[in-house]
T-cell receptor, first 112, second 110 residues
Framework: ETGVTQSPTHLIKTRGQQVTLRCSSQ?????VSWYQQALGQGPQFIFQ???????GRGNFPPRFSGLQFPNYSSELNVNALELDDSALYLC???????????FGSGTRLTVV | DAKTTQPPSMDCAEGRAANLPCNHS???????VYWYRQIHSQGPQYIIH???NNETNEMASLIITEDRKSSTLILPHATLRDTAVYYC???????????FGTGTRLTVIP
């Protein structure tokens, strides 16, 4: 079975721009969560999607938005990028919000 | 979710058992203890979880005290590939988010 894949692996954007990050969930998993990990910190929960609906959100502003598609893949969109948005963005999938999450290797976003 | 306290770093000799402690003194009765680890430049990896009984799988053992206020993750024979940041997390059942904290950086020494 394939794991969670994220694209791109690295990305450089300019302050004020918009970015879209993509995630393909593990086969059979219908729940996708997104996390932001700043350097030296643990991952922080952004939001979760279950069967194409948002199923919980962390303390992130509305310029962070997402989508989940019928095949359970997902996108994270960030508008009006700020320098502090520079981080590793992690996607995790699970089955029916089950106990164990499978994480991808992340997308490293640098905002300059 | 209850918060956890972990030492920032630990060393362990290769081949010896690594014992990683975690305090979760405000844990509620319906909160599980989870352990994940993150090897450099990779996403976190699920290790094990438990509610009140000790648990063991192919990767590790989880020992939870009777009052559930602390737990220990045991890697029975640490290898160099176990060098990683280990996160102890408490989570209500199948709640949708994991609160990671800053974890313990375990270094396995040859």
């Amino acid at each position: 079975e394939t794991g969670v894949t994220q694209s791109p692996t690295h990305l450089i954007k300019t302050r004020g721009q918009q970015v879209t990050l993509r995630c393909s969930s593990q086969s059979g998993h219908n729940t996708v969560s997104w996390y932001q990990q700043a350097l030296g910190q643990g991952p922080q929960f952004i939001f979760q999607y279950y069967r194409e609906e948002e199923n919980g959100r962390g303390n992130f502003p509305p310029r962070f938005s997402g989508l989940q598609f019928p095949n359970y893949s997902s996108e994270l969109n960030v508008n009006a990028l700020e320098l502090d948005d520079s981080a590793l963005y992690l996607c995790a999938s699970s089955l029916e919000n089950n106990y164990g999450y499978t994480f991808g290797s992340g997308t490293r976003l640098t905002v300059v | 979710d209850a918060k956890t306290t972990q030492p920032p770093s630990m060393d362990c000799a290769e081949g010896r058992a690594a014992n990683l402690p975690c305090n979760h003194s405000t844990i509620s009765g319906n909160e599980y203890v989870y352990w994940y680890r993150q090897i450099h430049s990779q996403g976190p990896q699920y290790i094990i979880h438990g509610l009140k009984n000790n648990e063991t799988n192919e990767m590790a053992s989880l020992i939870i005290t009777e009052d559930r206020k602390s737990s220990t993750l045991i890697l029975p024979h640490a290898t160099l590939r176990d060098t990683a940041v280990y996160y102890c997390i408490v989570r209500v059942g199948r709640a949708n988010n994991l609160f990671f904290g800053t974890g313990t950086r375990l270094t396995v020494i040859p």
